[in-house]
Structures are given as C-alpha cells and as structure tokens.
C-alpha cells in the first residue's frame, strides 16, 4: 500500500480525537509537495 494511502488513512483516525489536524497539516503537505525540505537537518545524518 502506497505511503500516501496510509497517511491518508492514519489522518482520518486522528482527526476523530484532533479536530483540526487535517488544517494544521496542511501547509506542511504543500511543502512537500512543492519540494521543500521541512525541519531542521541533524548533523552527520543523510
């Protein structure tokens, strides 16, 4: 199963008991999309 799938899925689970968490994770989603790197870098980890 695709990773997408199960985020998808994993999502719908958590916004039973967080409400908004389909809109906070949103931007985040678009990030990624657009191909930005999202956090900080750990240092000597690739």
Do not use: C, T, W
Not at 2 to 9: A, L, S, V
Not at 31 to 44: C, F, H, Y
């Amino acid at each position: 199963m695709p990773n997408e799938q199960i985020f998808k899925r994993n999502l719908r689970a958590l916004s039973r008991k967080y409400r908004h968490i389909r809109s906070d994770v949103q931007p985040v989603i678009e990030q990624l999309k657009s191909g930005e790197i999202v956090g900080d870098q750990i240092p000597r980890v690739k």
